[in-house]
């Protein structure tokens, strides 16, 4: 039984590293920093977020930044369930698991000082990923407000607020309610200063047209 347990935490372990490390490759960081030699974190909000390199580069690569940050997410949380799910059953826990520590990656990157992004796109994957109800709040939500109001940050606030709330009524367990405030409350914190200007009325609404530089 002993050994059992312990190696069900080294699993959860090595999912927790792998889905950091994966979420580390920030697609904006990356293709900013070494294919355009212009770092997207010295322009515009000084975000490394996909709303803040598309306004500040625009053009097709930001496809590339889109299929970068969806790609890692869905590998990260492929990773969770095959390592928490064989041979324990704990699908659901590894992917929130997973979710977890690839957001913190794509937000706090080691290899970029970890200044990273917000992790709207990553964590939306993520919501897909582990539940098709989830993902129906999160990106309803999200969807709705930002074709009403304009403004991508009050629909990644909702995403990040309605995630615990929607996970307690789908997985009511104690510990992958945890992991979904824990989500939820990192996407509302990296948003706390969109948050002041939406109070403040100075936020920028999002425009399909890039800013010039």
Not at 10 to 26: K, S, V
Not at 33 to 48: C, E, F, P
Not at 121 to 126: D, H, N, P
Request: aromatic share 14%; with cysteine; proline share 2%.
């Amino acid at each position: 039984m002993e050994g059992m347990v312990g190696h069900m935490i080294i699993r959860l372990l090595a999912a927790a590293a792998a889905a950091y490390f994966l979420g580390c490759f920030n697609g904006a960081v990356i293709i900013s920093k070494y294919i355009l030699k212009d770092d997207v974190r010295t322009h515009g909000s000084g975000n490394a977020g996909l709303t803040n390199f598309y306004r500040v580069f625009g053009g097709p690569l930001t496809l590339v930044v889109i299929l970068c940050d969806v790609l890692k997410a869905v590998l990260a949380v492929l990773l969770g369930v095959w390592l928490a799910g064989t041979p324990f059953g704990w699908e659901t826990l590894g992917k929130y698991l997973a979710g977890l520590f690839c957001l913190l990656g794509h937000m706090f990157p080691c290899m970029f000082h970890f200044k990273g992004g917000k992790g709207i796109l990553s964590g939306g994957t993520i919501a897909i990923m582990i539940d098709w109800r989830v993902a129906l709040v999160v990106w309803g939500g999200f969807i709705l407000l930002v074709v009403l109001t304009k403004y991508v940050s009050l629909g990644s606030v909702w995403a990040g607020g309605s995630f615990p709330f929607i996970t307690w009524i789908c997985y009511p367990e104690w510990i992958i309610v945890i992991l979904a405030f824990l989500i939820g409350g990192l996407v509302v914190w990296q948003h706390r200063a969109n948050i002041k200007r939406l109070l403040s009325g100075t936020e920028n609404k999002f425009s399909l047209r890039k800013k010039q530089k």
